[in-house]
C-alpha cells in the first residue's frame, strides 16, 4: 500500500505519482483512496477529469465499485494551471486521455510545491502506450501499477481487451465494452469470446 512521503514545510518540495494499469485494476479507486486521506490531513485537495469522460456524470469520478469524489472536467491540460493554484494536491483522473501536454503541466505543479497524483491506463486497447502515460512515469517520483484478474485463466491482467470490433482509440465503455486479461490471453484474441460464448450454450 502506497503511504504518503513526509512533505517538509520549507523548502516546499512537490511530486509526481502515477497510479496506472489496465481497465477494472483499481486505478480510480486508489485514486479516490489517496485524495481522501489528504483530506482528511487538511491539505488542499482538487480533481480534474478530461470533458470527453461522460459515462459518470460531469462532476465527479467514480470507480466501478461506485466509490465517488467531486471533480471538475477540462478540455485540456493547460487549463488545470490556472484552478489549481491555491491547492495542495492535485489529483488527475483518465488520465490518458489528456493532450501530450499534460507532463509538462504535472511537472510544472510539481515545481510549484504541489502534490500530483495522476490515475491513468497505460496502455490502449491495442497494446500501445496511451496518450501522456508514457512521458509522466518517465518525470514521475513513484509509481504504482495496479492489476486485475484474467477472467480466462486466473492471472494478473495487464491489458485492456475490447471485446466490440471498433477501431476508434477512444471508445467509453465498461465490462459491456472491455475485459482484463493477462498477456497470454489477450494474444488470443476473439478465441476466447467465442468458446465462453459456446460454454454458455451449452450449459442452457
Not at 500500500?1 to 511530486?15: I, N, S, T
Not at 505519482?17 to 480510480?28: A, N, P, Y
Not at 515545481?111 to 496518450?131: H, Q, S, T
Request: glycine share 6%.
Amino acid at each position: 500500500m502506497f503511504l504518503e512521503p513526509y512533505m517538509p514545510q520549507e523548502p516546499k518540495c512537490g511530486w509526481i505519482e502515477i497510479i496506472c494499469g489496465s481497465m477494472f485494476s483499481g486505478k480510480t479507486e486508489e485514486l479516490i483512496r489517496r485524495l481522501k486521506r489528504a483530506t482528511i490531513a487538511n491539505q488542499k485537495v482538487i480533481i480534474f477529469k478530461p470533458v470527453v469522460d461522460t459515462r459518470y456524470g460531469d462532476d465527479a469520478i467514480v470507480s466501478h465499485d461506485r466509490n465517488s469524489i467531486q471533480a471538475i472536467g477540462v478540455s485540456k491540460s493547460s487549463e488545470i494551471l490556472g484552478l489549481a493554484d491555491s491547492f495542495e494536491v492535485i489529483g488527475i483522473d483518465e488520465a490518458q486521455f489528456f493532450d501530450l501536454e499534460l507532463s509538462e503541466v504535472a511537472q510544472r505543479l510539481a515545481l510549484e510545491g504541489k502534490r500530483v497524483i495522476a490515475a491513468g491506463l497505460d496502455m490502449d486497447y491495442l497494446g500501445n502506450p496511451f496518450g501522456p502515460i508514457p512521458s509522466l512515469l518517465a518525470v514521475s517520483e513513484y509509481i504504482t501499477k495496479v492489476h486485475a484478474i484474467c477472467p480466462h485463466c486466473g492471472s494478473l491482467a495487464t491489458h485492456s481487451y475490447r471485446k466490440e470490433k471498433e477501431n476508434v482509440l477512444v471508445l467509453l465503455g465498461e465490462k459491456d465494452l472491455y475485459e482484463p486479461r493477462c498477456r497470454s490471453c489477450y494474444s488470443k484474441g476473439e478465441e476466447l469470446l467465442l468458446k465462453k460464448e459456446s460454454e454458455l450454450e451449452e450449459s442452457e
